[in-house]
């Protein structure tokens, strides 16, 4: 072992999220010693908040259930949502290989994942969405660290990773630990899988600022210290305007209103008892709307709704047991506990009713309505809009090496996640489509995994590469 660090592995990640466990367990596959180091004292970042949808195309999941996908097909409906932005190079190397990402976590990791038929969201033209039955991150999460427990690889909590070791020539691995005990790690490769900016209000207001209205609803450890360390390096960036929003957070529990209820015919109205958008446009997209607004809102449905997506959505029927999923017979009764002007969401009602018969073309262009006009039975929860996570960070290539502004690949340093740039377009939440998170999460997480381990393999050889005497140097950025 080199002498001026206190351990030494091939390849380091630096954050227990879906990235990194991910990454960590495609790398040990490959035959690299590998540990994760984690600032929280468990796993509870975005991945185990999310919901845990992984969109994949051309899955063996997707053929058993006669679905017909390709990679391509993917990639379009990306883009379409997305629009031209600063990785489009990347959409197409995620897509085509969310195929065999699936396959890993499955066969590899152990995961119980299922194709998600009972919705699609908002872009996809079929069904590709993979779930955890419970349809939780957090089971994903749980999944992924029995694996990496399973495969003897080293995580280390409450260890956050404060500056990365290099030389100049290559990044050699990291400083990490609490202030009064900080410990250097030697890497042959570091993959940076520390997630975004959202929870650093600086860098949010910067880059996000319209994202700084909305409630944040993600982990309070995205602080953003891969972008930091990357812009220390001269490393690219991409992408920083972009974030995940949801328009529909419950004001009473903070629960997530799943966006089942708008595909199945749930308008949005605002405190004039108004709609003012097309809710199709999807729950990231709408989030900008309201922000561009002023609240309260409300989501309006029916019993109808509620009893469909509840049977088929577990988290959906707790938030009800909870009572977020408030009831009344007529649109009069909501206006007078929620403060409507009087009359105001009848008409709406009217109005979006005719439009889902048909009878008339919607003022906001709203094509899809889901099982048809609203009941009579009425539903109604009062929503805020919520940022997620960033979608922007530091320029990846193919391999998920982190690159400078002219392309270069700086040595030995990888970043995916919410570390990287992101597939959702330049700017606000209109680009998100549903999946990108994770996408970008685990497959680039898979994709710096094997392509540490193998650029290890090929340079020098494994395992050994972490024993070399030239594994260490000077802390090069403190992130702190
Ligand atoms: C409520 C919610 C629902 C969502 N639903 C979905 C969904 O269904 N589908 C989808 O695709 N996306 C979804 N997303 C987005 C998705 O969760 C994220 O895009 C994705 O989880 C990011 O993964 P990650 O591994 O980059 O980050 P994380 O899962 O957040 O992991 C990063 C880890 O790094 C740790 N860390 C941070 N800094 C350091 C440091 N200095 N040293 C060491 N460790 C550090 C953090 O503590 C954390 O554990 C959702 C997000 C939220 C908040």
């Not at 998600?116 to 069904?127: F, P």
């Not at 994202?211 to 220390?232: D, I, K, M, N």
Request: some cysteine; overall charge negative; charged content about 15%.
């Amino acid at each position: 072992m080199a002498t001026d660090v206190d351990a030494s592995v091939d390849v380091l990640v630096i954050g227990a999220g879906g990235c990194g466990l991910v990454a960590a367990l495609a790398a040990e596959r490959l035959g690299a010693s590998v540990a994760i180091v984690e600032k929280a004292p468990t796993c509870q970042g975005n991945t185990a908040l999310s919901s845990g949808s992984i969109p994949a195309a051309g899955t063996r999941l997707q053929l058993a259930a006669g679905v017909e996908d390709t990679a391509e097909t993917f990639v379009r409906d990306l883009m379409a949502v997305a629009g031209q932005h600063d990785a489009a190079h990347l959409v197409a190397t995620l897509a085509s290989t969310s195929a065999d990402l699936i396959d890993f976590l499955i066969d590899e990791a152990g995961l119980e994942l299922e194709l998600v038929t009972g919705y699609k969201h908002v872009g996809h033209s079929t069904h590709r969405l993979h779930a955890p039955p419970s349809r939780r991150g957090a089971d994903l999460i749980a999944g992924l660290e029995r694996a990496v427990a399973r495969r003897g690889i080293p995580l280390a909590f409450s260890q956050p990773a404060t500056a990365l070791i290099g030389d100049g020539a290559r990044i050699r691995g990291a400083v990490v630990g609490q202030a009064d005990a900080p410990s250097r790690i030697g890497a042959g490769a570091v993959i940076l899988a520390c997630n975004g900016f959202a929870a650093q209000a600086d860098l949010l207001a910067r880059h996000c600022p319209a994202a700084t209205g909305a409630v944040y609803a993600g982990s309070p450890h995205s602080t953003g210290e891969a972008l930091e360390w990357g812009r220390a390096l001269a490393a690219g960036t991409g992408n920083l305007g972009a974030y995940q929003g949801h328009a529909a957070i419950s004001v009473d529990t903070g629960a997530l209103m799943t966006w089942t209820l708008v595909e199945r015919g749930a308008i949005i109205v605002d405190g004039r008892g108004r709609r003012f958008g097309d809710e199709t446009l999807g729950y990231s997209a709408f989030a900008d709307l309201e922000l561009a607004g002023t609240g309260p809102f409300f989501l309006v449905y029916d019993a109808g709704i509620a009893e469909d997506v509840a049977a088929g959505q577990p988290d959906f029927a707790e938030a009800c047991a909870m009572g977020v999923a408030r009831q009344a017979g007529s649109p009069g009764e909501i206006e007078t506990a929620a403060g409507l002007p009087a009359g105001a969401l009848a008409k709406t009602l009217a109005a979006a009713r005719a439009a889902a018969r048909g009878e008339v073309a919607d003022a906001f262009g709203r094509l899809a309505w889901g099982l048809g006009p609203l009941g009579a039975a009425l539903r109604y929860s009062a929503i805020q809009p919520a940022c997620f996570h960033t979608q922007g960070g530091l320029m990846v290539n193919g391999q998920a090496e982190v690159v400078r502004s002219d392309g270069t690949a700086i040595p030995g340093l990888y970043a995916g996640g919410g570390a990287a740039v992101g597939i959702s377009g330049r700017r606000g939440g209109v680009g998100y489509m549903s999946g990108n998170g994770l996408l970008s999460a685990l497959g680039f997480g898979f994709i710096a995994g094997r392509a540490a381990a193998a650029r290890l393999v090929s340079v020098s050889g494994l395992p050994g590469l972490a024993g070399r005497d030239d594994v260490s140097n000077q802390p090069i950025h403190n992130g702190g």
